[in-house]
Protein backbone atom coordinates (compact mmCIF):
# COMPACT_ATOMS: atom_id res chain seq x y z
CA UNK A 1 0.00 0.00 0.00
CA UNK A 2 1.69 3.56 -1.04
CA UNK A 3 1.69 5.90 1.23
CA UNK A 4 -0.61 9.36 1.02
CA UNK A 5 1.65 12.25 0.18
CA UNK A 6 2.51 14.88 3.24
CA UNK A 7 2.69 18.53 1.86
CA UNK A 8 4.04 20.84 4.57
CA UNK A 9 2.31 24.51 4.84
CA UNK A 10 4.99 27.07 3.98
CA UNK A 11 6.33 29.08 6.43
CA UNK A 12 8.78 31.93 4.84
CA UNK A 13 6.59 34.31 2.78
CA UNK A 14 6.65 37.49 1.75
CA UNK A 15 3.39 39.31 0.03
CA UNK A 16 4.17 41.36 -2.43
CA UNK A 17 2.10 44.13 -4.76
CA UNK A 18 2.76 46.66 -7.34
CA UNK A 19 1.26 49.69 -8.57
CA UNK A 20 2.39 50.30 -11.93
CA UNK A 21 1.67 52.68 -14.68
CA UNK A 22 -0.22 50.29 -17.02
CA UNK A 23 -0.07 46.36 -17.35
CA UNK A 24 2.30 45.60 -19.61
CA UNK A 25 5.52 44.37 -18.20
CA UNK A 26 7.21 45.25 -21.49
CA UNK A 27 6.23 48.20 -22.34
CA UNK A 28 4.88 50.10 -18.58
CA UNK A 29 7.03 50.69 -15.26
CA UNK A 30 6.63 50.40 -11.39
CA UNK A 31 5.06 53.14 -9.69
CA UNK A 32 5.29 51.77 -5.72
CA UNK A 33 6.34 48.72 -4.31
CA UNK A 34 4.39 47.12 -0.84
CA UNK A 35 6.24 44.07 0.62
CA UNK A 36 4.91 42.04 3.79
CA UNK A 37 7.37 39.40 4.90
CA UNK A 38 5.75 37.30 7.32
CA UNK A 39 7.86 33.73 9.20
CA UNK A 40 5.54 31.04 10.90
CA UNK A 41 2.85 32.92 10.45
CA UNK A 42 3.36 36.46 12.28
CA UNK A 43 4.30 39.68 10.11
CA UNK A 44 8.03 40.11 10.59
CA UNK A 45 8.48 42.95 8.19
CA UNK A 46 6.31 45.73 6.50
CA UNK A 47 7.91 47.93 3.67
CA UNK A 48 6.78 50.37 0.65
CA UNK A 49 8.42 53.18 -1.30
CA UNK A 50 6.90 55.16 -3.73
CA UNK A 51 8.98 54.63 -7.41
CA UNK A 52 9.74 56.93 -10.18
CA UNK A 53 8.69 55.41 -13.14
CA UNK A 54 10.84 57.91 -15.52
CA UNK A 55 7.80 58.06 -17.99
CA UNK A 56 4.32 59.72 -17.20
CA UNK A 57 1.27 58.01 -15.51
CA UNK A 58 -1.52 58.09 -17.65
CA UNK A 59 -4.75 59.77 -16.02
CA UNK A 60 -7.11 56.84 -15.66
CA UNK A 61 -4.17 55.24 -13.77
CA UNK A 62 -3.61 58.20 -11.71
CA UNK A 63 -7.88 57.93 -10.81
CA UNK A 64 -7.50 54.46 -9.96
CA UNK A 65 -4.51 54.18 -8.02
CA UNK A 66 -4.32 57.59 -6.69
CA UNK A 67 -0.30 57.72 -6.99
CA UNK A 68 -0.08 61.15 -9.32
CA UNK A 69 3.06 62.02 -11.68
CA UNK A 70 3.87 64.87 -8.67
CA UNK A 71 4.29 62.02 -5.99
CA UNK A 72 6.46 59.92 -8.04
CA UNK A 73 8.51 63.28 -9.36
CA UNK A 74 11.59 62.87 -6.59
CA UNK A 75 10.92 59.33 -5.50
CA UNK A 76 13.58 56.95 -6.08
CA UNK A 77 13.99 55.45 -9.23
CA UNK A 78 13.61 51.09 -9.10
CA UNK A 79 17.27 51.34 -10.25
CA UNK A 80 18.27 53.21 -6.17
CA UNK A 81 16.17 50.86 -4.61
CA UNK A 82 16.66 47.58 -6.51
CA UNK A 83 19.11 46.27 -4.30
CA UNK A 84 16.88 47.19 -1.13
CA UNK A 85 14.40 45.41 -2.54
CA UNK A 86 15.90 42.29 -3.56
CA UNK A 87 17.23 42.02 -0.25
CA UNK A 88 13.06 42.28 0.86
CA UNK A 89 12.14 39.89 -0.98
CA UNK A 90 14.89 36.77 -0.09
CA UNK A 91 14.50 37.76 3.20
CA UNK A 92 17.06 37.35 5.69
CA UNK A 93 18.93 34.19 3.67
CA UNK A 94 20.59 34.34 0.39
CA UNK A 95 20.56 30.77 0.09
CA UNK A 96 18.93 29.38 -3.45
CA UNK A 97 17.12 26.49 -1.30
CA UNK A 98 15.78 29.53 1.30
CA UNK A 99 14.00 32.20 -0.81
CA UNK A 100 10.96 32.91 0.40
CA UNK A 101 7.58 32.30 -1.13
CA UNK A 102 6.59 34.94 -3.36
CA UNK A 103 3.07 35.74 -3.24
CA UNK A 104 0.44 37.89 -4.87
CA UNK A 105 -3.01 38.49 -5.88
CA UNK A 106 -2.53 37.79 -9.80
CA UNK A 107 0.81 37.19 -9.21
CA UNK A 108 2.66 36.52 -12.55
CA UNK A 109 1.44 40.52 -12.98
CA UNK A 110 3.61 41.44 -9.92
CA UNK A 111 6.35 38.75 -10.59
CA UNK A 112 6.87 39.48 -14.27
CA UNK A 113 7.05 43.25 -13.82
CA UNK A 114 9.82 42.97 -10.81
CA UNK A 115 11.60 40.09 -13.25
CA UNK A 116 11.62 43.03 -16.22
CA UNK A 117 13.22 46.12 -13.62
CA UNK A 118 15.58 43.91 -12.08
CA UNK A 119 16.56 42.57 -15.83
CA UNK A 120 17.22 45.95 -17.14
CA UNK A 121 19.86 45.96 -14.53
CA UNK A 122 21.31 42.77 -15.29
CA UNK A 123 20.14 41.54 -12.22
CA UNK A 124 18.76 37.84 -12.16
CA UNK A 125 15.49 37.41 -10.25
CA UNK A 126 13.46 33.69 -9.52
CA UNK A 127 11.78 32.62 -6.88
CA UNK A 128 8.55 30.15 -6.53
CA UNK A 129 5.33 32.03 -6.82
CA UNK A 130 1.70 31.37 -5.27
CA UNK A 131 -0.98 33.46 -6.89
CA UNK A 132 -3.54 34.01 -4.28
CA UNK A 133 -6.73 34.22 -6.92
CA UNK A 134 -5.11 30.38 -7.58
CA UNK A 135 -5.31 28.95 -4.43
CA UNK A 136 -8.42 30.63 -3.56
CA UNK A 137 -10.51 28.74 -6.82
CA UNK A 138 -8.23 26.11 -5.05
CA UNK A 139 -10.27 25.86 -2.20
CA UNK A 140 -13.40 27.59 -2.70
CA UNK A 141 -14.18 26.32 -5.92
CA UNK A 142 -17.86 26.94 -5.21
CA UNK A 143 -17.58 30.85 -5.62
CA UNK A 144 -17.39 32.66 -9.12
CA UNK A 145 -15.38 35.36 -8.10
CA UNK A 146 -12.08 35.54 -6.61
CA UNK A 147 -10.71 39.44 -6.98
CA UNK A 148 -9.09 41.04 -4.35
CA UNK A 149 -12.31 42.75 -3.88
CA UNK A 150 -14.47 39.62 -3.65
CA UNK A 151 -11.59 37.73 -1.16
CA UNK A 152 -12.15 40.68 1.31
CA UNK A 153 -15.93 40.66 1.04
CA UNK A 154 -16.29 37.00 1.75
CA UNK A 155 -13.22 36.47 4.51
CA UNK A 156 -14.16 39.89 6.24
CA UNK A 157 -10.97 41.88 5.65
CA UNK A 158 -10.60 45.06 5.64
CA UNK A 159 -8.25 47.44 4.06
CA UNK A 160 -7.37 50.82 4.59
CA UNK A 161 -5.34 51.98 1.71
CA UNK A 162 -7.03 50.29 -1.13
CA UNK A 163 -4.94 49.85 -4.52
CA UNK A 164 -1.94 51.07 -2.63
CA UNK A 165 0.87 49.01 -3.04
CA UNK A 166 1.29 48.23 0.95
CA UNK A 167 -2.53 48.42 1.93
CA UNK A 168 -3.20 45.66 -0.92
CA UNK A 169 0.12 43.51 0.16
CA UNK A 170 -1.22 44.04 3.99
CA UNK A 171 -4.41 42.58 2.95
CA UNK A 172 -2.73 39.30 1.40
CA UNK A 173 -1.06 38.55 4.63
CA UNK A 174 -4.45 38.92 6.45
CA UNK A 175 -5.51 36.45 4.21
CA UNK A 176 -3.04 33.82 4.94
CA UNK A 177 -3.88 34.13 8.24
CA UNK A 178 -7.11 33.56 7.98
CA UNK A 179 -6.39 30.73 6.18
CA UNK A 180 -4.41 28.88 8.22
CA UNK A 181 -7.02 29.85 10.76
CA UNK A 182 -10.13 28.26 9.44
CA UNK A 183 -8.79 26.17 7.00
CA UNK A 184 -6.94 22.34 8.03
CA UNK A 185 -3.54 22.40 7.77
CA UNK A 186 -3.10 19.69 5.60
CA UNK A 187 -6.16 20.92 2.70
CA UNK A 188 -4.15 24.28 3.21
CA UNK A 189 -0.52 22.86 2.23
CA UNK A 190 -2.08 20.43 -0.22
CA UNK A 191 -3.90 23.06 -2.15
CA UNK A 192 -0.82 25.84 -2.48
CA UNK A 193 1.66 22.75 -3.08
CA UNK A 194 -0.57 21.74 -6.57
CA UNK A 195 -0.80 25.63 -7.16
CA UNK A 196 2.78 26.21 -7.27
CA UNK A 197 3.21 22.82 -9.31
CA UNK A 198 0.49 23.89 -11.36
CA UNK A 199 2.79 24.15 -14.71
CA UNK A 200 5.91 22.00 -15.14
CA UNK A 201 8.19 21.61 -18.11
CA UNK A 202 9.35 18.22 -19.48
CA UNK A 203 13.19 17.81 -18.34
CA UNK A 204 14.60 18.32 -22.20
CA UNK A 205 13.79 22.12 -21.79
CA UNK A 206 15.14 24.42 -19.30
CA UNK A 207 13.34 24.70 -15.57
CA UNK A 208 14.19 28.79 -15.46
CA UNK A 209 11.66 28.89 -18.47
CA UNK A 210 8.46 28.90 -16.93
CA UNK A 211 10.14 32.24 -14.75
CA UNK A 212 11.06 34.02 -18.36
CA UNK A 213 7.75 33.53 -20.01
CA UNK A 214 5.97 36.94 -19.87
CA UNK A 215 2.82 37.57 -18.95
CA UNK A 216 1.26 40.04 -21.82
CA UNK A 217 0.48 39.04 -25.66
CA UNK A 218 2.58 38.45 -28.28
CA UNK A 219 4.01 35.64 -30.80
CA UNK A 220 6.38 32.44 -30.05
CA UNK A 221 8.21 29.95 -31.61
CA UNK A 222 9.23 26.25 -30.88
CA UNK A 223 11.95 24.70 -32.17
CA UNK A 224 13.21 21.22 -32.10
CA UNK A 225 16.56 19.53 -32.62
CA UNK A 226 19.07 21.03 -35.20
CA UNK A 227 16.90 24.14 -34.83
CA UNK A 228 14.14 23.07 -37.17
CA UNK A 229 11.23 25.22 -36.75
CA UNK A 230 8.11 23.30 -35.27
CA UNK A 231 5.45 25.92 -34.49
CA UNK A 232 4.40 29.44 -34.36
CA UNK A 233 1.85 30.63 -32.10
CA UNK A 234 0.41 33.39 -30.34
CA UNK A 235 -1.71 34.82 -27.34
CA UNK A 236 -2.60 37.35 -25.23
CA UNK A 237 -0.65 35.75 -22.27
CA UNK A 238 2.80 33.95 -23.52
CA UNK A 239 2.89 32.27 -20.02
CA UNK A 240 -0.33 30.57 -20.19
CA UNK A 241 -0.17 29.76 -23.34
CA UNK A 242 2.85 28.31 -24.02
CA UNK A 243 2.86 26.20 -20.99
CA UNK A 244 -0.41 25.12 -21.85
CA UNK A 245 1.23 23.27 -24.75
CA UNK A 246 2.59 21.07 -21.92
CA UNK A 247 0.01 20.11 -20.02
CA UNK A 248 -0.28 16.41 -18.96
CA UNK A 249 -3.89 16.20 -19.92
CA UNK A 250 -4.02 16.64 -23.20
CA UNK A 251 -5.14 13.96 -25.19
CA UNK A 252 -4.13 15.55 -28.51
CA UNK A 253 -1.54 12.67 -29.79
CA UNK A 254 0.17 15.69 -32.56
CA UNK A 255 -0.10 17.99 -30.14
CA UNK A 256 1.59 15.63 -27.35
CA UNK A 257 4.22 14.89 -30.37
CA UNK A 258 4.90 18.37 -30.81
CA UNK A 259 5.64 18.87 -27.12
CA UNK A 260 7.96 15.72 -27.33
CA UNK A 261 9.86 16.99 -30.55
CA UNK A 262 10.38 20.95 -28.62
CA UNK A 263 14.04 21.74 -27.60
CA UNK A 264 13.99 25.81 -27.95
CA UNK A 265 11.45 28.27 -27.12
CA UNK A 266 11.67 32.31 -28.43
CA UNK A 267 9.23 34.84 -28.22
CA UNK A 268 8.44 38.29 -29.09
CA UNK A 269 6.25 40.63 -26.72
CA UNK A 270 3.59 42.82 -27.85
CA UNK A 271 1.84 45.60 -27.24
CA UNK A 272 -1.27 44.11 -27.77
CA UNK A 273 -3.30 41.33 -29.88
CA UNK A 274 -3.58 42.93 -33.00
CA UNK A 275 0.32 43.25 -33.16
CA UNK A 276 0.33 39.30 -31.79
CA UNK A 277 -2.27 38.21 -34.71
CA UNK A 278 -0.40 40.48 -37.53
CA UNK A 279 3.39 38.72 -36.66
CA UNK A 280 2.02 35.27 -36.25
CA UNK A 281 0.80 35.49 -39.58
CA UNK A 282 3.52 36.89 -40.85
CA UNK A 283 6.04 34.62 -39.93
CA UNK A 284 3.86 31.82 -40.57
CA UNK A 285 4.13 32.37 -44.22
CA UNK A 286 7.80 33.50 -44.41
CA UNK A 287 9.31 30.49 -42.12
CA UNK A 288 6.96 28.00 -42.27
CA UNK A 289 6.86 25.78 -39.34
CA UNK A 290 6.22 22.06 -39.56
CA UNK A 291 3.20 21.54 -37.30
CA UNK A 292 1.39 24.96 -38.50
CA UNK A 293 -1.62 24.16 -41.38
CA UNK A 294 -0.09 25.88 -44.59
CA UNK A 295 -1.06 29.08 -45.27
CA UNK A 296 -1.06 29.92 -48.61
CA UNK A 297 1.39 32.50 -50.27
CA UNK A 298 0.51 35.88 -50.58
CA UNK A 299 -1.52 36.49 -54.38
CA UNK A 300 -2.35 32.70 -54.59
CA UNK A 301 -6.13 33.10 -53.20
CA UNK A 302 -9.15 34.28 -55.97
CA UNK A 303 -11.64 36.45 -55.49
CA UNK A 304 -15.22 37.02 -57.55
CA UNK A 305 -15.63 39.88 -60.08
CA UNK A 306 -19.13 40.63 -61.56
CA UNK A 307 -18.57 41.06 -65.51
CA UNK A 308 -19.91 44.14 -67.14
CA UNK A 309 -23.82 43.98 -67.20
CA UNK A 310 -23.53 41.03 -64.76
CA UNK A 311 -23.16 38.65 -67.73
CA UNK A 312 -21.24 36.23 -65.35
CA UNK A 313 -18.70 36.01 -62.81
CA UNK A 314 -15.03 35.42 -63.06
CA UNK A 315 -12.59 34.12 -60.25
CA UNK A 316 -9.09 36.32 -60.04
CA UNK A 317 -6.15 36.12 -58.34
CA UNK A 318 -6.01 39.02 -55.53
CA UNK A 319 -2.67 39.43 -55.99
CA UNK A 320 -3.28 41.09 -59.59
CA UNK A 321 -5.64 43.60 -59.26
CA UNK A 322 -5.44 47.42 -57.92
CA UNK A 323 -6.88 48.84 -54.29
CA UNK A 324 -9.74 50.42 -56.85
CA UNK A 325 -10.63 46.94 -58.31
CA UNK A 326 -10.73 45.40 -55.07
CA UNK A 327 -13.70 47.56 -54.09
CA UNK A 328 -16.31 45.42 -56.79
CA UNK A 329 -15.11 42.13 -55.53
CA UNK A 330 -16.80 39.55 -53.14
CA UNK A 331 -15.31 36.93 -51.54
CA UNK A 332 -11.84 35.24 -50.92
CA UNK A 333 -10.93 31.85 -51.95
CA UNK A 334 -8.22 29.38 -51.54
CA UNK A 335 -8.60 28.34 -55.31
CA UNK A 336 -10.57 28.63 -58.51
CA UNK A 337 -12.47 25.43 -57.75
CA UNK A 338 -13.68 26.48 -54.13
CA UNK A 339 -14.81 29.80 -55.58
CA UNK A 340 -16.55 28.00 -58.27
CA UNK A 341 -18.39 25.63 -55.52
CA UNK A 342 -19.36 29.01 -53.43
CA UNK A 343 -20.80 30.12 -56.43
CA UNK A 344 -22.53 27.55 -57.85
CA UNK A 345 -23.98 27.06 -53.90
CA UNK A 346 -25.38 30.65 -54.31
CA UNK A 347 -26.96 30.25 -57.43
CA UNK A 348 -28.67 27.13 -56.02
CA UNK A 349 -29.59 28.88 -52.67
CA UNK A 350 -31.42 32.20 -54.51
CA UNK A 351 -32.49 30.86 -58.03
CA UNK A 352 -30.06 32.05 -59.84
CA UNK A 353 -28.94 31.14 -63.45
CA UNK A 354 -26.17 28.74 -64.28
CA UNK A 355 -25.48 29.89 -67.65
CA UNK A 356 -25.73 33.32 -67.18
CA UNK A 357 -23.05 33.13 -64.40
CA UNK A 358 -20.59 31.36 -66.71
CA UNK A 359 -21.29 27.66 -64.90
CA UNK A 360 -22.56 25.83 -67.30
CA UNK A 361 -22.20 25.63 -71.08
CA UNK A 362 -25.24 24.74 -73.29
CA UNK A 363 -27.56 25.12 -75.80
CA UNK A 364 -30.80 26.51 -74.84
CA UNK A 365 -32.06 26.83 -71.13
CA UNK A 366 -29.27 25.70 -67.90
CA UNK A 367 -29.75 22.54 -65.91
CA UNK A 368 -31.61 24.76 -62.89
CA UNK A 369 -34.09 26.02 -65.38
CA UNK A 370 -35.17 22.24 -66.13
CA UNK A 371 -35.49 21.66 -62.92
CA UNK A 372 -37.39 24.63 -61.60
CA UNK A 373 -34.24 26.04 -60.18
CA UNK A 374 -34.06 29.28 -62.33
CA UNK A 375 -36.13 32.09 -63.20
CA UNK A 376 -35.30 32.07 -66.96
CA UNK A 377 -32.72 34.12 -67.12
CA UNK A 378 -30.92 31.53 -70.11
CA UNK A 379 -33.89 31.70 -71.99
CA UNK A 380 -35.32 35.70 -72.27
CA UNK A 381 -38.37 34.78 -69.58
CA UNK A 382 -36.28 36.85 -66.68
CA UNK A 383 -34.81 40.20 -67.54
CA UNK A 384 -31.05 40.21 -66.83
CA UNK A 385 -30.93 43.55 -65.20
CA UNK A 386 -33.54 41.77 -63.05
CA UNK A 387 -31.20 38.93 -62.75
CA UNK A 388 -28.37 41.30 -62.58
CA UNK A 389 -29.89 43.02 -59.37
CA UNK A 390 -30.85 39.69 -57.79
CA UNK A 391 -26.63 38.47 -58.47
CA UNK A 392 -25.40 41.57 -56.53
CA UNK A 393 -27.86 41.39 -53.67
CA UNK A 394 -26.84 37.62 -53.06
CA UNK A 395 -23.54 38.30 -53.26
CA UNK A 396 -23.75 41.39 -51.18
CA UNK A 397 -22.62 39.53 -48.11
CA UNK A 398 -19.12 38.73 -49.97
CA UNK A 399 -18.55 41.88 -50.54
CA UNK A 400 -14.76 42.94 -49.99
CA UNK A 401 -14.50 46.02 -47.51
CA UNK A 402 -12.36 48.74 -49.23
CA UNK A 403 -9.36 50.46 -47.36
CA UNK A 404 -11.08 52.36 -45.15
CA UNK A 405 -8.10 55.05 -44.71
CA UNK A 406 -6.86 57.47 -46.87
CA UNK A 407 -3.53 55.71 -47.64
CA UNK A 408 -1.00 53.91 -45.87
CA UNK A 409 -1.20 54.49 -42.33
CA UNK A 410 0.53 53.83 -38.84
CA UNK A 411 -2.10 52.45 -36.95
CA UNK A 412 -1.04 52.95 -32.71
CA UNK A 413 -1.63 49.91 -30.41
CA UNK A 414 -0.67 50.10 -26.71
CA UNK A 415 2.14 53.26 -25.64
CA UNK A 416 4.67 53.41 -28.14
CA UNK A 417 3.94 50.70 -31.08
CA UNK A 418 3.20 51.38 -34.25
CA UNK A 419 1.57 49.18 -37.01
CA UNK A 420 2.44 50.44 -40.94
CA UNK A 421 -0.52 49.28 -43.31
CA UNK A 422 -1.28 50.23 -46.77
CA UNK A 423 -3.96 48.73 -48.53
CA UNK A 424 -4.95 45.14 -46.32
CA UNK A 425 -0.89 44.63 -46.56
CA UNK A 426 1.19 44.33 -43.28
CA UNK A 427 4.28 46.07 -43.54
CA UNK A 428 6.00 45.47 -40.06
CA UNK A 429 5.60 47.23 -36.82
CA UNK A 430 7.62 50.02 -35.42
CA UNK A 431 8.82 51.05 -31.83
CA UNK A 432 11.20 53.49 -32.42
CA UNK A 433 10.95 57.18 -34.98
CA UNK A 434 13.75 55.13 -37.31
CA UNK A 435 11.79 52.59 -37.94
CA UNK A 436 8.66 54.33 -38.78
CA UNK A 437 10.43 56.58 -41.07
CA UNK A 438 11.96 53.01 -42.96
CA UNK A 439 8.38 51.86 -42.92
CA UNK A 440 6.73 54.84 -44.19
CA UNK A 441 9.11 54.87 -47.03
CA UNK A 442 8.85 50.81 -47.73
CA UNK A 443 7.78 49.17 -51.34
CA UNK A 444 5.27 47.08 -50.25
CA UNK A 445 5.54 43.34 -52.60
CA UNK A 446 2.15 42.70 -52.59
CA UNK A 447 -1.22 44.41 -52.92
CA UNK A 448 -3.63 42.88 -51.34
CA UNK A 449 -3.04 39.80 -48.58
CA UNK A 450 -5.85 37.61 -47.29
CA UNK A 451 -4.84 36.98 -43.42
CA UNK A 452 -4.23 40.89 -42.91
CA UNK A 453 -7.37 41.86 -44.31
CA UNK A 454 -9.65 39.16 -42.27
CA UNK A 455 -7.47 39.83 -38.98
CA UNK A 456 -7.97 43.48 -39.71
CA UNK A 457 -11.51 43.59 -40.79
CA UNK A 458 -12.25 41.89 -37.34
CA UNK A 459 -10.47 44.11 -35.57
CA UNK A 460 -11.69 47.18 -36.68
CA UNK A 461 -15.41 45.99 -36.46
CA UNK A 462 -14.50 45.45 -32.40
CA UNK A 463 -12.25 48.80 -32.01
CA UNK A 464 -13.97 51.23 -34.20
CA UNK A 465 -12.29 54.33 -32.17
CA UNK A 466 -8.58 53.23 -33.49
CA UNK A 467 -5.76 55.92 -32.76
CA UNK A 468 -4.44 56.04 -36.22
CA UNK A 469 -1.67 58.20 -38.26
CA UNK A 470 -1.91 59.26 -42.15
CA UNK A 471 1.45 58.56 -43.32
CA UNK A 472 1.04 60.67 -46.33
CA UNK A 473 1.32 63.43 -44.03
CA UNK A 474 3.75 64.55 -41.22
CA UNK A 475 3.51 63.12 -37.84
CA UNK A 476 4.20 63.72 -34.72
CA UNK A 477 6.28 61.00 -33.13
CA UNK A 478 6.87 62.71 -30.31
CA UNK A 479 5.45 59.43 -28.64
CA UNK A 480 7.58 56.96 -30.26
CA UNK A 481 9.88 56.00 -28.32
Request: hydrophobic share 45%; aromatic share 8%; charged share 25%.
Amino acid sequence: MVAAEVFTLPQHLVFVDLETTGGNAAYHRITEVGIVRMAAGEVVEEWSSLVNPECRIPSYIEGFTGITNEMVADAPRFADIASLVLDKLRGSSHAANDVPLFVAHNARFDYSFLRTEFRRLDVNFSAKVLCTVKLSRRLFPEFPRHSLDAVMERHGLTCAARHRALGDARVLGDFWRKLRQEVAEERLAAAAQLVLGAHKLPAHLPPELADELPEGPGVYRFFGEDNLLLYIGKSHSLRTRVLGHFAAEHSDVKEQKKARLVRRIDWLETAGDLGAQLKEAEWIKTQKPLFNKRVKQKGESFTMQVLRNAQGVKLVPLGELTPSELNGCFGVFHSQKDGRKALADIARAHSLCLKVLGLEESAGSCFAYQVGKCKGACLGKEPLVLHAMRLQLALSSLKLKPWPFPGRIALQEGRAEFHVLDHWVYLGTARSEEELAELAAAQPNVVFDVDVYRILVRYLAKNPGLDWHDLGKAIDTADVK
